[in-house]
């Protein structure tokens, strides 16, 4: 099963990758595990081959991939979970972020709300599950696995 977690720059998806690692899952972040490259215009883009070769050797395991890019939509994911935030936390979490400054430089806070304005709601249109952030990340990371759990279960 192949489960994307995406949303916005600030909403967790790398502090969920790593406690889905933490708690022994095969769980990769596009940005921190070098997934993503500099693409047109100063955004980034999805290693495209990578992301490809990843998701064919895990086979019929499970595999959860973190991250928020165009590319995401080349790609077949058994389950899509959406991380948000109201954007008044959103811009305090990109302000005061210590594991990535992105967000912070010319532009980049700009494009990160535009972005969700734009690109948030396709996201969530498509979402299997929707979760609010502000919650402990054990809460969000248990209402994943339970959304696996029963998906793998075929009560979903």
């Known amino acids: 099963m192949r489960v994307l977690v995406t949303g916005m720059s600030g909403t967790g998806k790398s502090t969920v990758a790593a406690e889905l ?15 993503t490259a500099p693409g047109a215009g100063g955004s980034w ?3 495209v081959d990578e992301i490809s070769e990843l998701l064919a050797d895990v086979g019929d395991g499970l595999v959860f991939f973190a991250g ?22 959103l811009v305090d979490r990109l302000a005061t972020r210590s594991s990535n400054s992105y967000g912070r ?5 700009d494009r990160v709300l535009a972005d969700r304005r734009e690109i948030e709601p396709l996201l969530l249109a498509a979402a299997d599950l929707v979760i609010d952030t502000r919650q ?21």
């Open 45 to 47: 883009a999805w290693r």
């Open 21 to 35: 690692r933490r708690r022994g899952h095969a769980a990769f972040d596009a940005d921190e595990d070098g997934f």
């Open 105 to 109: 430089g010319a532009g980049e806070l």
């Open 136 to 156: 402990p990340v054990p809460a969000v990371v248990a209402a994943i696995l339970d959304l696996v759990d029963t998906a793998a279960s075929g009560a979903g």
């Open 68 to 89: 928020c890019s165009d590319e995401q939509a080349r790609f077949h994911w058994d389950l899509r979970v959406v991380l948000t935030v109201p954007e008044t936390v």
